[in-house]
């Protein structure tokens, strides 16, 4: 007869021996067969009564398990950790809501019964002491809820209405100033163009978050790329020891590196070599900077039996908690000596007691601090060959340039409608005294008219006209429009085009299907040439080099190849311009260079320019025309910069600026899912596409087939996504009217 | 067949001798058959096309008979630009005539056949010449900076409201000082065309509503909302007069004017006459002859200036107190160019061949000859012999023709696609003219009653797939015969 | 009511169609590697935008255009003595005998169940715009039409003439015209279902579907 509570921990420890196969997916195969070993002939012993003491026999089997564990801990790679964080054993959000809070209330749904299982929302709440005292602190706590491998949670992964559900309750977090708690543990968002929308709901929450007034902190366990993002801006970024933070998934990442086709499988080579490359581990994120501490798991990661770990992620949590509250304070030696008490380990914070809420002025701090954090990451992970004169240069100007400006819009705007009104009396009264003082000349002047009769004549006269708009000739031309050759355009079935001929096409049809209006895609440069004052673009910053910061193998080549294609140094080209003297900065991520991808360097120079907008107090005009996504090979550097973008746009629209989106050819997932995505104001060039993953991506990650225009501005118009569809031809007066009606009589400033 | 892509010795188009030329007929129908009748003369070898639902027209058969078997090319459509290159390559012609309709006023085609890797000659004007006369506002401009009279009214776009208001009441008030009682203001679209974007205004306190209307139309159909303000002429006779020139541009010469007058309600002509007006014969409220020398010389003045280097025309409005106001200028070669032919003598031979002169000036030889030496004698009538009920708006009439012929004579020239040996079934694609019939005379009279002995003589029968008989023009342009050249 | 087990079996007894596909305009013709008798595939996927069996390749004016395979079936002719011949618009390319599938069995007894609008003259027909948006916005068989309605544009002799629809009322259960074709007098344009015949047209389909599922 066996002991039950034995029978449980063999079985317990049978577990664990399938766990540690899985995740090592037949590596280390010796430490695991002289597991099985032992505990097959342990359990045959056990049966056949050849044990006399089973519970030191069986401690010292859990013994030899933890000792294997940790050794094969120090050899987890990359690609384990993926394998780690995905496990169904691995611990979930209802775990840690069992063992690191006191109580909790699940507000987001429950189990099947919610808008999406695959998020978590719960009202919880940490009880601390401080002398005889109880203090019931309330927390916001929002995470991705794998739920043990449950299938109906999707693998935390979050459809667009579920990350929309927890924007939801970080408001009435912020309403009720009580701290946000999020947990993210998801391969990566649910990539479906239904209202909300994947990329632009991740845009509003990264948004949201970049200015929300209660402090947010972030356990990071699966940080899958911009689902991660969508609840991660926060004030303090955690992860956990055996978790992983990346750009995209290694699977994916593998399928762009192999350049495989639709339903085609990398080799799982391929996919270790891209998780390693991807510099993808808890270690490597908090060396860059992205994130501000780990907490340490057990041996192979933290399973729901880890009781002590869960001990230990309380402690950690609320020690961020307070450290982002303390931060805020304003008397700086208060700061400080909170700070040390905080610091000290031995410190038991379930009896420091900190009252979580913050003042007016302290939610103000926070912002500013959690803003500022953000925009400082990263900035050496793009190579900065500005002349160290023109930075210096620029330095200085901002300080002749930030009083002059806040006098011309702070103090002049405010005051002009009442000198406005005086010059205009002004005007009136000499006007009416002209006309009294005239008159008798006019009686005279129109009596010799009169005598002529020269209506008919001046009816047949040549009239003055000093501008010709109608044949209206293009500043710059498509190369393509010297070959001599035929094209068809993509709808001819449906419309019945015919081939047009490349040199009309590309010259002066400025690539547009004269019998079905089909946009074929032209160069960056048509743009620039085109819709902007002629000579009036200036560039800046070109000197901001797209690298390759993770040393990804081979890539330095590819890179120099597309600056060389482009003859720029990175994706992005920011300038400023004017539109019918309208002045402008404008931010252009090109197709063309490596299909239009966000690192590091193009996130530093959308930045910048977002800065010169907010400091010159231009209108601000992010023209996509075209992008993939973000740089894949630039790991969390360029994932990073979802997050960072969208604060510098937060910040100008904030200071009153007016942020155009216009997206040309293909936009897709991260720039779409954060700062492009969260502008009011996003047009889109006719035929273009907008989306969050492209047709392949959603097959692979959801198995739908999806419709073929599925992506097309005019079902992200019909969906709500963006705010109108644009002829290319008519860009030009399009933002004009744009600058004029939205940006007001102040342009762009209120 | 291999696409050549190199003319016979290197040569440019320009620089071959005209027989060794080769002419594309991109066209279908009787321009089609002149077009091919006109190069067979000169000996120049042509490549002709067809379409499947234009299998049965005369124009494959004489394509055939001229030009032998391989001469002819079946391609998806008359429309497409695409058919004429592939083929042109494909048989090696080195000029294209577009005839009249399809391509012919398209800069953009001409563009293409001269700016090609393989280039050709686009017999018909330079493309610039075509982008610039077709362009109805240019063509207004240059008129009037050189002292041509033009429609009274604005010149280029409006987009200001109380400038167009003020156009609008001076051109009512321009009227009423002229004595026309129901004085009438036209307002359109500045970059539309085809009738779209068209509105009458009679009351000058209607023409605020009208005006903004038209705005909002053209912004929202055209993206701009310039629009134009002239004065609608009701009464008046449409003249034309036909320009000829070489390349040089430098001697334009004229073949005199025609009267259209007699059109459909839809404003298509049906008889066309040589010349304008009759002077020695009927009487006018005007000085008639004056008038026709007045816009034969505006329109070599403009032809001068712009460096007009192949056919075309320019077409008039004379009003009823004898004011001519030019309308727009056709840079093609036009349906009714026969009558001016038939009644022109070059050199004191007589007959001229228009389209042959435009293959030939086009293909860059010189013109040869002087205005003094064009002498005209006669009257020539063109009859636009058409399947349609006059009664019932100008209707078209589809279905199958059975019976088809005329009494030939010395003083007519009939020409037609039309079978007269076997049914034909009309095709739907295309213009409704079945036939021409240039009828010549030695004055007005004579001319008068040749045509009406034509009509008699005239059988057209058939019916459609319900039964119904065959309906025609033949009446109406009997009835009009007595009318033409009266003002 | 039509007798559908009688027309069924006639179609069953030659369940085939040679589909010719011709050029679609002039050009340089050169053909993949394919052998009569190959099997060839139409358009696939749930939205027919997977490209069928290339036949051919027509290249005019240095724009090579793939010439596809419109339905399923074996290749019976391929003109490979073409190859590298410039030809006319309209030559015969190859020959698919297809076999009838469910729906088009369906689409051939339909047209004798449904009230066919047909087209009073040789023409090109359109949907009126509002219609049309309609017919692409909504989906199938649901779109109604009722007596005087305006419906069709019918274009001819450079006229375009409004064609209103006479018959009784229903939904439109088939499109017989397709865009920038002419259609013969007398052709039909539109199969009409009236709210009656519904329960009737849905038994018809309900027939095809198991007597011609099997094979």
């Given at each position: 007869?066996?002991?039950?509570?034995?029978?449980?921990?063999?079985?317990?420890?049978?577990?664990?021996?399938?766990?540690?196969?899985?995740?090592?997916a037949?590596?280390?195969?010796?430490?695991?067969?002289?597991?099985?070993?032992?505990?097959?002939?342990?359990?045959?012993?056990?049966?056949?009564?050849?044990?006399?003491?089973?519970?030191?026999?069986?401690?010292?089997?859990?013994?030899?398990?933890?000792?294997?564990?940790?050794?094969?801990?120090?050899?987890?790679?990359?690609m384990?950790?993926?394998?780690?964080?995905?496990?169904?054993?691995?611990?979930?959000?209802?775990?840690?809501?069992?063992?690191?809070?006191?109580?909790?209330?699940?507000?987001?749904?429950?189990?099947?019964?919610?808008?999406?299982?695959?998020?978590?929302?719960?009202?919880?709440?940490?009880?601390?002491?401080?002398?005889?005292?109880?203090?019931?602190?309330?927390?916001?706590?929002?995470?991705?809820?794998?739920?043990?491998?449950?299938?109906?949670?999707?693998?935390?992964?979050?459809?667009?209405?579920?990350?929309?559900?927890?924007?939801?309750?970080?408001?009435?977090?912020?309403?009720?100033?009580?701290p946000?708690?999020?947990?993210v543990?998801?391969?990566?968002?649910?990539?479906?163009?239904?209202?909300?929308?994947a990329?632009?709901?991740?845009?509003?929450?990264?948004?949201?978050?970049?200015?929300?007034?209660?402090?947010?902190?972030?356990?990071?366990?699966?940080?899958?790329?911009?689902?991660?993002?969508?609840?991660?801006?926060?004030?303090?970024?955690?992860?956990?020891?055996?978790?992983?933070?990346?750009?995209?998934s290694?699977?994916?990442?593998?399928?762009?590196?192999?350049?495989?086709?639709?339903?085609?499988?990398a080799?799982?080579?391929?996919?270790e070599?891209?998780?390693?490359?991807?510099?993808?581990?808890?270690?490597?994120?908090?060396?860059?900077?992205?994130?501000?501490?780990?907490?340490?798991?057990?041996?192979?990661?933290?399973?729901?039996?880890?009781?002590?770990?869960?001990?230990?992620?309380?402690?950690?949590?609320?020690?961020?908690?307070?450290?982002?509250?303390?931060?805020?304070?304003?008397?700086?030696?208060?700061?400080?000596?909170?700070?040390?008490?905080?610091?000290?380990?031995?410190?038991?914070?379930?009896?420091?007691?900190?009252?979580?809420?913050?003042?007016?002025?302290?939610?103000?701090?926070?912002?500013?601090?959690?803003?500022?954090?953000?925009?400082?990451?990263?900035?050496?992970?793009?190579?900065?060959?500005?002349?160290?004169?023109?930075?210096?240069?620029e330095?200085?100007?901002?300080?002749?340039?930030?009083?002059?400006?806040?006098?011309?819009?702070?103090?002049?705007?405010?005051?002009?409608?009442?000198?406005?009104?005086?010059?205009?009396?002004?005007?009136?009264?000499?006007?009416?005294?002209?006309?009294?003082?005239?008159s008798?000349?006019?009686?005279?002047?129109?009596?010799?008219?009169?005598?002529?009769?020269?209506?008919?004549?001046?009816?047949?006269?040549?009239?003055?006209?000093?501008?010709?708009?109608?044949?209206?000739?293009?500043?710059?031309?498509?190369?393509?429009?010297?070959?001599?050759?035929?094209?068809?355009?993509?709808?001819?079935?449906?419309?019945?085009?015919?081939?047009?001929?490349?040199?009309?096409?590309?010259?002066?049809?400025?690539?547009?299907?004269?019998?079905?209006?089909?946009?074929?895609?032209?160069?960056?440069?048509?743009?620039?040439?085109?819709?902007f004052?002629?000579?009036?673009?200036?560039?800046?910053?070109?000197?901001?080099?797209?690298?390759?910061?993770?040393?990804?193998?081979?890539?330095?080549?590819?890179?120099?190849?597309?600056?060389?294609?482009?003859?720029?140094?990175?994706?992005?080209?920011?300038?400023?311009?004017?539109?019918?003297?309208?002045?402008?900065?404008?931010?252009?991520?090109?197709?063309?260079?490596?299909?239009?991808?966000?690192?590091?360097?193009?996130?530093?120079?959308?930045?910048?320019a977002?800065?010169?907008?907010?400091?010159?107090?231009?209108?601000?005009?992010?023209?996509?025309?075209?992008?993939?996504?973000?740089?894949?090979?630039?790991?969390?550097?360029?994932?990073?910069?979802?997050?960072?973008?969208?604060?510098?746009?937060?910040?100008?629209?904030?200071?009153?600026?007016?942020?155009?989106v216009?997206?040309?050819?293909?936009?897709f997932?991260?720039?779409?899912?954060?700062?492009?995505?969260?502008?009011?104001?996003?047009?889109?060039?006719?035929?273009?596409?907008?989306?969050?993953?492209?047709?392949?991506?959603?097959?692979?990650?959801?198995?739908?087939?999806?419709?073929?225009?599925?992506?097309?501005?005019?079902?992200?118009?019909?969906?709500?996504?963006?705010?109108?569809?644009?002829?290319?031809?008519?860009?030009?007066?399009?933002?004009?009217?744009?600058?004029?009606?939205?940006?007001?009589?102040?342009?762009?400033?209120? | 067949?291999?696409?050549?892509?190199?003319?016979?010795?290197?040569?440019?188009?320009?620089?071959?001798?005209?027989?060794?030329?080769?002419?594309?007929?991109?066209?279908?129908?009787?321009?089609?058959?002149?077009?091919?009748?006109?190069?067979?003369?000169?000996?120049?070898?042509?490549?002709a096309?067809?379409?499947?639902?234009?299998?049965?027209?005369?124009?494959?058969?004489?394509?055939?008979?001229?030009?032998?078997?391989?001469?002819?090319?079946?391609?998806?459509?008359?429309?497409?630009?695409?058919?004429?290159?592939?083929?042109?390559?494909?048989?090696?012609?080195?000029?294209v005539?577009?005839?009249?309709?399809f391509f012919?006023e398209?800069?953009?085609?001409a563009?293409?056949?001269?700016?090609?890797?393989r280039?050709?000659?686009?017999?018909?004007?330079?493309?610039?010449?075509?982008?610039e006369?077709?362009?109805?506002?240019?063509?207004k401009?240059?008129?009037?900076?050189?002292?041509?009279?033009?429609?009274?009214?604005?010149?280029?776009?409006?987009?200001?409201?109380?400038?167009?208001?003020?156009?609008?009441?001076?051109?009512?008030?321009?009227?009423?000082?002229?004595?026309?009682?129901?004085?009438?203001?036209?307002?359109?679209?500045?970059?539309?065309?085809?009738?779209?974007?068209?509105?009458?205004?009679?009351?000058?306190?209607?023409?605020?509503?009208?005006?903004?209307?038209?705005?909002?139309?053209?912004?929202?159909?055209?993206?701009?909302?310039?629009?134009?303000?002239?004065?609608?002429?009701?009464?008046?006779?449409?003249?034309?007069?036909?320009?000829?020139?070489?390349?040089?541009?430098?001697?334009?010469?004229?073949?005199?004017?025609?009267?259209?007058?007699?059109?459909?309600?839809?404003?298509?002509?049906?008889?066309?006459?040589?010349?304008?007006?009759?002077?020695?014969?009927?009487?006018?409220?005007?000085?008639?002859?004056?008038?026709?020398?007045?816009?034969?010389?505006?329109?070599?003045t403009?032809?001068?200036k712009?460096?007009?280097?192949?056919?075309?025309?320019?077409?008039?409005?004379?009003?009823?107190?004898?004011?001519?106001?030019?309308?727009?200028?056709?840079?093609?070669?036009?349906?009714?160019?026969?009558?001016?032919?038939?009644i022109?003598?070059?050199?004191?031979?007589?007959?001229?061949?228009?389209?042959?002169?435009?293959?030939?000036?086009?293909?860059?030889?010189?013109?040869?000859?002087?205005?003094?030496?064009?002498?005209?004698?006669?009257?020539?009538?063109?009859?636009?012999i058409?399947?349609?009920?006059?009664?019932?708006?100008?209707?078209?009439?589809?279905?199958?023709?059975?019976?088809?012929?005329?009494?030939?004579q010395?003083?007519?020239?009939?020409?037609?696609?039309?079978?007269?040996?076997?049914?034909?079934?009309?095709p739907?694609?295309?213009?409704?003219?079945?036939?021409?019939?240039?009828?010549?005379?030695?004055?007005?009279?004579?001319?008068?009653?040749?045509?009406?002995?034509?009509?008699?003589?005239?059988?057209?029968?058939?019916?459609?797939?319900?039964?119904?008989?065959?309906?025609?023009?033949?009446?109406?342009?009997?009835?009009?015969?007595?009318?033409?050249?009266?003002? | 009511?039509?007798?559908?087990?009688?027309?069924?079996?006639?179609?069953?007894?030659?369940?085939?169609?040679?589909?010719?596909?011709?050029?679609?305009?002039?050009?340089?013709?050169?053909?993949?590697?394919?052998?009569?008798?190959?099997?060839?595939?139409?358009?696939?996927?749930?939205?027919?935008?997977?490209?069928?069996?290339?036949?051919?390749?027509?290249?005019?004016?240095?724009?090579?255009?793939?010439?596809?395979?419109?339905?399923?079936?074996?290749?019976?002719?391929?003109?490979?003595?073409?190859?590298?011949?410039?030809?006319?618009?309209?030559?015969?390319?190859?020959?698919?005998r297809?076999?009838?599938?469910?729906?088009?069995?369906?689409?051939?007894?339909?047209?004798?169940?449904?009230?066919?609008?047909?087209?009073?003259?040789?023409?090109?027909?359109?949907?009126?715009?509002?219609?049309?948006?309609?017919?692409?916005?909504?989906?199938?068989?649901?779109?109604?039409?009722?007596?005087?309605?305006?419906?069709?544009?019918m274009?001819?002799?450079?006229?375009?003439?409004?064609?209103?629809?006479?018959?009784?009322?229903?939904?439109?259960?088939?499109?017989?015209?397709k865009?920038?074709?002419?259609?013969?007098?007398?052709?039909?344009?539109?199969?009409?279902?009236?709210?009656?015949?519904?329960?009737?047209?849905?038994?018809?389909?309900?027939?095809i579907?198991?007597?011609?599922?099997?094979?």
């Amino acid at each position: 007869m066996i002991d039950n509570n034995i029978e449980k921990r063999i079985v317990a420890l049978q577990e664990r021996l399938i766990y540690l196969k899985d995740i090592f997916a037949g590596k280390h195969a010796d430490d695991s067969d002289l597991l099985q070993d032992r505990l097959a002939s342990f359990s045959r012993k056990l049966r056949s009564d050849e044990v006399s003491d089973p519970y030191t026999d069986i401690a010292s089997m859990e013994d030899l398990f933890s000792y294997v564990e940790s050794k094969l801990d120090s050899s987890v790679t990359a690609m384990d950790r993926v394998r780690i964080v995905r496990h169904p054993q691995r611990i979930c959000l209802r775990d840690i809501l069992e063992n690191v809070y006191d109580t909790f209330t699940e507000v987001g749904g429950q189990d099947e019964y919610s808008l999406d299982p695959s998020i978590l929302i719960a009202r919880a709440v940490i009880t601390r002491h401080r002398g005889k005292k109880t203090y019931h602190q309330p927390v916001m706590v929002i995470g991705q809820e794998k739920g043990h491998g449950a299938e109906f949670r999707n693998g935390g992964s979050v459809k667009p209405w579920g990350n929309a559900k927890a924007m939801q309750f970080m408001r009435v977090a912020e309403t009720e100033g009580i701290p946000i708690h999020c947990y993210v543990c998801t391969p990566g968002s649910f990539p479906i163009e239904d209202y909300p929308g994947a990329a632009q709901q991740i845009a509003r929450n990264i948004y949201g978050m970049a200015g929300l007034r209660v402090p947010i902190i972030a356990i990071i366990s699966e940080g899958g790329s911009g689902g991660a993002e969508a609840i991660s801006l926060a004030d303090k970024r955690i992860m956990l020891s055996h978790g992983y933070y990346s750009v995209i998934s290694p699977e994916g990442a593998a399928a762009i590196e192999g350049h495989l086709k639709e339903g085609e499988r990398a080799s799982s080579e391929l996919i270790e070599h891209c998780a390693e490359n991807l510099h993808i581990t808890a270690k490597d994120n908090l060396g860059f900077g992205y994130i501000d501490q780990i907490i340490q798991e057990p041996p192979l990661g933290a399973r729901p039996w880890h009781f002590e770990f869960f001990r230990t992620l309380r402690q950690e949590v609320i020690r961020a908690t307070d450290e982002v509250i303390i931060s805020t304070r304003a008397l700086p030696l208060l700061k400080t000596l909170a700070q040390n008490r905080h610091a000290r380990p031995t410190a038991n914070l379930e009896h420091l007691y900190i009252h979580w809420g913050l003042s007016a002025g302290a939610r103000s701090r926070l912002v500013a601090l959690r803003q500022k954090k953000f925009l400082r990451l990263s900035r050496s992970a793009a190579s900065d060959k500005r002349p160290m004169y023109n930075k210096v240069m620029e330095l200085l100007s901002s300080y002749i340039t930030k009083p002059w400006n806040s006098f011309k819009y702070d103090f002049y705007r405010k005051h002009q409608r009442k000198i406005q009104t005086f010059v205009e009396e002004i005007d009136n009264e000499w006007e009416t005294f002209k006309y009294r003082l005239l008159s008798p000349w006019r009686k005279f002047k129109h009596g010799i008219e009169k005598k002529n009769n020269a209506k008919g004549e001046a009816l047949m006269a040549l009239s003055e006209w000093t501008k010709d708009s109608r044949r209206k000739k293009w500043n710059y031309l498509s190369p393509r429009y010297k070959i001599d050759k035929t094209l068809t355009c993509p709808n001819s079935a449906e419309y019945g085009c015919l081939d047009l001929w490349g040199p009309d096409l590309f010259g002066e049809f400025a690539g547009v299907c004269s019998y079905c209006g089909y946009h074929f895609p032209m160069e960056p440069e048509w743009y620039v040439r085109n819709v902007f004052d002629k000579d009036s673009v200036i560039e800046f910053n070109s000197e901001i080099e797209a690298g390759n910061p993770l040393s990804f193998p081979n890539f330095d080549e590819r890179i120099r190849k597309a600056q060389e294609k482009n003859g720029t140094r990175s994706g992005c080209m920011t300038f400023e311009a004017r539109i019918a003297g309208i002045k402008i900065i404008v931010a252009m991520f090109m197709g063309t260079f490596r299909g239009g991808s966000v690192g590091a360097a193009e996130g530093c120079k959308f930045v910048e320019a977002a800065e010169r907008a907010t400091k010159n107090r231009y209108p601000f005009l992010a023209y996509v025309h075209g992008t993939a996504g973000m740089r894949i090979q630039e790991g969390t550097h360029a994932l990073i910069q979802m997050p960072r973008c969208t604060v510098a746009v937060r910040r100008y629209i904030e200071a009153g600026g007016l942020y155009v989106v216009l997206y040309d050819t293909n936009s897709f997932a991260g720039p779409v899912a954060s700062f492009l995505g969260c502008s009011p104001y996003q047009f889109a060039v006719r035929s273009s596409n907008i989306g969050f993953a492209g047709p392949g991506v959603i097959k692979e990650t959801t198995g739908m087939d999806i419709p073929p225009r599925y992506h097309r501005s005019t079902e992200a118009l019909a969906r709500g996504h963006i705010q109108g569809i644009w002829d290319r031809r008519q860009i030009r007066a399009n933002l004009k009217q744009a600058l004029r009606t939205i940006g007001g009589r102040n342009l762009y400033y209120r | 067949m291999e696409k050549d892509t190199v003319h016979q010795d290197g040569k440019t188009p320009e620089a071959l001798a005209i027989t060794d030329h080769k002419v594309l007929v991109a066209n279908r129908g009787e321009i089609a058959m002149r077009i091919m009748r006109a190069c067979h003369g000169l000996g120049i070898p042509f490549t002709a096309l067809y379409t499947a639902e234009d299998s049965a027209s005369c124009h494959c058969d004489l394509a055939r008979e001229l030009g032998g078997e391989h001469c002819l090319y079946r391609v998806s459509s008359y429309h497409d630009a695409n058919e004429i290159m592939s083929v042109a390559d494909a048989s090696e012609c080195t000029a294209v005539h577009p005839g009249y309709g399809f391509f012919a006023e398209d800069f953009r085609f001409a563009r293409r056949v001269t700016k090609r890797d393989r280039k050709m000659i686009f017999i018909g004007p330079s493309w610039k010449i075509i982008r610039e006369l077709g362009d109805k506002i240019n063509t207004k401009r240059l008129a009037r900076s050189l002292g041509v009279p033009t429609v009274p009214g604005s010149d280029r776009p409006i987009y200001d409201e109380a400038e167009a208001e003020h156009i609008a009441k001076s051109i009512f008030e321009f009227q009423e000082s002229q004595g026309i009682t129901h004085p009438l203001v036209l307002v359109k679209a500045s970059a539309g065309g085809g009738g779209m974007g068209i509105e009458e205004v009679y009351d000058p306190d209607q023409f605020r509503s009208v005006y903004r209307r038209i705005r909002n139309y053209a912004l929202r159909q055209f993206k701009d909302e310039g629009v134009l303000i002239e004065q609608r002429i009701k009464d008046f006779n449409h003249l034309e007069v036909q320009i000829i020139s070489d390349r040089s541009g430098k001697h334009p010469v004229h073949f005199g004017t025609r009267n259209c007058s007699i059109q459909s309600t839809g404003r298509q002509k049906r008889i066309e006459v040589a010349p304008g007006f009759a002077p020695e014969t009927l009487d006018y409220s005007f000085d008639a002859a004056k008038v026709l020398t007045n816009i034969v010389e505006y329109s070599l003045t403009m032809a001068t200036k712009v460096g007009y280097d192949n056919v075309g025309t320019w077409e008039w409005i004379v009003t009823r107190a004898g004011e001519p106001f030019l309308m727009e200028v056709n840079t093609r070669i036009q349906v009714e160019n026969g009558v001016s032919g038939c009644i022109a003598h070059v050199a004191g031979r007589g007959s001229v061949d228009l389209i042959a002169e435009q293959i030939r000036l086009g293909l860059g030889e010189e013109i040869g000859y002087t205005q003094a030496e064009i002498a005209t004698e006669g009257v020539g009538l063109e009859y636009r012999i058409i399947a349609e009920d006059p009664a019932n708006n100008f209707i078209p009439w589809v279905g199958k023709i059975e019976r088809f012929h005329w009494k030939d004579q010395p003083w007519l020239t009939m020409l037609t696609h039309v079978p007269t040996d076997r049914p034909y079934e009309i095709p739907t694609e295309f213009d409704p003219n079945l036939a021409l019939a240039i009828i010549w005379g030695k004055n007005l009279e004579e001319t008068k009653e040749r045509g009406k002995i034509f009509l008699d003589s005239i059988v057209l029968e058939g019916q459609n797939a319900s039964g119904e008989a065959l309906r025609s023009n033949i009446e109406f342009l009997k009835t009009n015969t007595d009318q033409i050249l009266h003002f | 009511m039509l007798n559908i087990s009688e027309l069924l079996e006639s179609i069953k007894e030659s369940p085939y169609r040679d589909i010719v596909i011709r050029t679609p305009h002039t050009g340089c013709l050169s053909f993949p590697d394919l052998a009569i008798g190959a099997e060839v595939h139409g358009p696939s996927s749930q939205w027919k935008n997977k490209p069928g069996t290339l036949l051919a390749t027509l290249e005019r004016e240095r724009n090579p255009k793939p010439i596809l395979a419109p339905e399923k079936g074996e290749l019976v002719e391929l003109h490979t003595e073409l190859a590298g011949t410039f030809v006319e618009a309209q030559t015969a390319v190859a020959t698919i005998r297809h076999r009838l599938t469910r729906e088009e069995v369906e689409h051939i007894i339909l047209q004798k169940a449904l009230f066919l609008f047909r087209a009073p003259e040789r023409a090109k027909y359109y949907f009126t715009p509002e219609m049309d948006k309609k017919i692409h916005a909504t989906e199938s068989h649901s779109v109604k039409v009722r007596d005087g309605m305006e419906l069709l544009i019918m274009s001819r002799m450079k006229r375009e003439v409004h064609l209103q629809y006479s018959g009784p009322d229903g939904v439109i259960y088939a499109i017989y015209f397709k865009y920038n074709e002419n259609i013969d007098a007398g052709a039909p344009l539109i199969g009409v279902c009236t709210q009656e015949q519904l329960p009737a047209i849905q038994e018809v389909i309900m027939r095809i579907k198991t007597e011609w599922a099997g094979r």
